[in-house]
């Protein structure tokens, strides 16, 4: 579409080549009216009157269990001096309660392995599954 021109350089007959810009304006316009408009429409709440109750949830701490082995062989229940027996019949004890205890095992570096492994197989059989090994962290050389 040709538009007349007040400049003598320009031919008479050239078409215009600058995008009128008003025409997409408009559509623009149009179409942020109509998401303004139907916008609130899309939300799909459904409103209820739900009940309302005031008690907390009950978090069942497990409880935390020491069994030190010391260089001898020794073996401490929470700082009580135990018996192998004794102590297999403790993690037998606890090993029915719910929520299970969690073992903290605390061996001696220098105990000899069957005696940290005869523990260990004692809590497995009364079916402790949360059994974890306290170390203390290794000096750095600087």
Known sequence: ??????????????P???INMVPLIDVMLVLLVIFIVTAPLLTHAVKLELPRASSQPEQAQAERIELAIDASGTRYWNGERVSREQAAERLAAEGRRAPQPEIHVRADHTVA????????ADAARAGLTKVGFVTEPEARAR
């Open 16 to 18: 215009l080549s600058e």
């Open 113 to 120: 392995y069957g005696r940290v492994a005869e523990t260990l």
């Open 1 to 14: 579409m040709a538009f007349a021109s007040f400049d003598k350089n320009r031919s008479a007959g050239a």
